[in-house]
């Protein structure tokens, strides 16, 4: 059953109760990265506090608890995205952009040759376009990619075309400038057709509504637990268990390997050969509770709040300033997240943001690492506004204030 | 709000809105420079046409925000049909006016005043010190006028 309350989701989280320039903080940065709620910090200085030693290869009892919890957050984060065999199937990553450096660098250099092509987007974060280009450059495959529409949607008309032969499509869950969310059990279907694996980046997507790893059908998930209102500095790559064969060793070092002579060395047996050395322990506890907390609330309840909110939002955009913003991807909410880039006419999003945060208003102006997708559409940079399970009507509306401000300025 | 309008002066507004000194020179005889910042996306090209000892011409193009565009407005204003040294001087005594605030923040000693009345109308570009975020706005399009004079 949800719990699902905004106004107690709200209280929960200790930084929403804080002033900047003397007004209360109006945080519409969420995309970027989620706010914490008070029991995920408590859970970690629990970790520090009672029970803090390194995992794995120890037989006292805080170290055999540390191990416990470590584990039982892989558990928890597997359970979330429904992976069938979540103890087995989740590697612990830095965040996103870890997650698809050792999809490419484990899985891309066992598996890609030189006469081989994948598939990415035109939409992609530069964390699931750099690490391609870089085995691209060592290895020489193809890179082919799914073209953005002028109603910044993926082109699907190129994709039966430029799945044949390809061997991996890696695309985004939700594009983080757009707010689009793309078909993705239509195109792990249409990869599946064509032989070749699916990758998804759930950086966006995960936090916002229900993840079913198996009902999509797709390979790999990549995430992040800072946008889903975790810590920094943790994150997953999902790979489906009978991949993982397929999958050598990421980075080297102690607790990856299962034995090292002078000679060289052997590769530990299940997960641990992709987590070498001490892993991030208190931000997995952290991870695991802020999982189990967005379960609490129902993702369900979640993406239904935060789909009204940003309905709300793209309305009071278009009623308030119809001839001088214009979105930056869907205006209407299908299949459409909660993220939301504009482009005020005459102001740049630098001075957009400028002019906000003096309203305590927390907007993002950028390119937002999709330089790519920037590009398609002619921007150097869109300011971005974005919501949590713990955003609120009264931030639109300080919102629509403080953008009245930037477009007096700057008339 | 009167931070806010420490930073978004008049002149600097006016400056964003009509940009003095925009446009492109052939080159050669003109020389060209990009400057990029790439946490922000903004790009500049700066270009300079020396005759003997003197930087007889100057355009700005590309694109960026209010303090990146005015900036280098307010810049080509200052460095046009100045000779070499005086552009230099001008470049050091703006730089100055941008790095007093990091001294400032670590409690070094008071930094020299910077001469404002010097600076003319760039003056106007202080308030970006009190914004520490936007300051690398503001010197871009003189890091790469510097860039530009130290190729010729």
Redesign the interface.
């Known amino acids: 059953m949800s719990l699902f309350i905004p106004s107690q989701v709200r209280s929960d989280i200790p930084l929403l109760h804080r002033e900047v320039h003397d007004r209360p903080i109006v945080y519409l940065d969420s995309a970027a990265t989620a706010l914490t709620p008070r029991i995920v910090i408590e859970s970690m200085s629990r970790y520090y506090e009672t029970y803090h030693s390194n995992v794995h290869r120890a037989v006292y009892v805080t170290a055999a608890e540390a191990t416990d919890a470590y584990e039982e957050a892989r558990v928890a984060v597997g359970r979330f995205i429904n992976a069938a065999h979540p103890a087995d199937e989740i590697i612990f990553t830095h965040g996103t952009t870890e997650a698809f450096n050792l999809l490419a660098k484990s899985w891309g250099r066992a598996n890609l040759t030189s006469s081989d092509a994948i598939v990415l987007t035109e939409m992609e974060h530069h964390a699931n376009l750099v690490p391609w280009f870089q085995l691209r450059d060592e290895i020489g495959f193809e890179i082919r990619f799914l073209r953005v529409t002028d109603d910044y949607r993926l082109d699907l008309s190129t994709l039966n075309e430029l799945l044949t032969g390809a061997k991996l499509l890696s695309v985004t869950g939700m594009s983080n400038v757009l707010g689009t969310i793309n078909p993705v059990a239509e195109l792990a279907a249409a990869a599946h057709r064509h032989g070749a694996l699916i990758a998804v980046d759930g950086a966006q997507s995960v936090a916002h509504g229900v993840t079913n790893v198996q009902g999509l059908d797709i390979d790999f998930l990549a995430f992040g637990a800072h946008k889903m209102l975790g810590p920094t500095g943790i994150g997953a790559l999902w790979v489906r268990r009978e991949l993982l064969a397929s999958m050598p060793p990421f980075l080297g070092g102690g607790g990856m390997i299962a034995d090292v002579s002078l000679d060289g060395f052997s590769a530990a047996s299940g997960l641990s050969k992709y987590e070498a050395g001490t892993p991030p322990i208190a931000e997995a506890v952290g991870f695991a509770t802020a999982v189990h907390y967005l379960e609490s609330l129902g993702m369900e309840a979640i993406a239904a709040y935060e789909s009204q909110l940003t309905s709300s939002l793209l309305t009071g955009l278009a009623t308030n300033f119809a001839d001088r913003i214009r979105v930056i991807g869907p205006t209407t909410m299908e299949a459409r997240g909660s993220v939301v880039s504009f482009d005020v006419d005459g102001?740049?999003?630098?001075?957009v943001a400028?002019?906000l945060d003096?309203f305590g208003v927390c907007v993002r102006?950028?390119?937002h690492c999709a330089?790519p997708l920037?590009k398609r559409f002619g921007l150097?940079?869109t300011a971005r506004a974005s919501f949590g399970p713990y955003s609120d009507q009264s931030d639109i509306d300080t919102l629509m204030i403080a953008l009245e401000d930037a477009v007096r300025?700057?008339a | 709000?009167s931070?806010?309008e420490d930073?978004?002066r008049e002149i600097i507004?006016d400056h964003?809105r009509n940009p003095r000194n925009r446009g492109e020179l052939v080159t050669p005889p003109a020389h060209k420079t990009e400057g990029f910042n790439p946490?922000?996306?903004?790009?500049i090209t700066v270009f300079i046409q020396v005759e003997g000892d003197t930087l007889v011409d100057i355009k700005i193009a590309g694109?960026?925000?209010?303090?990146s565009?005015s900036s280098a407005s307010l810049m080509s204003a200052a460095v046009k049909g100045k000779s070499l040294e005086e552009v230099r001087a001008t470049i050091n005594t703006f730089k100055q006016l941008m790095t007093v605030h990091e001294a400032t923040l670590d409690n070094e000693a008071e930094p020299e005043p910077v001469n404002l009345r010097a600076l003319g109308e760039l003056a106007a570009l202080q308030g970006v010190v009190k914004?520490p975020v936007?300051i690398k706005?503001a010197t871009l399009s003189w890091n790469t006028l510097t860039q530009g004079l130290d190729e010729l």
């Open positions: 102001v740049h999003p630098h001075d400028q002019v003096q102006p950028g390119h330089k920037m150097a940079a300025l700057f | 709000m931070n806010l930073l978004y507004l964003y946490l922000c996306g903004d790009e694109h960026g925000c209010s303090i565009q914004f936007r706005c």
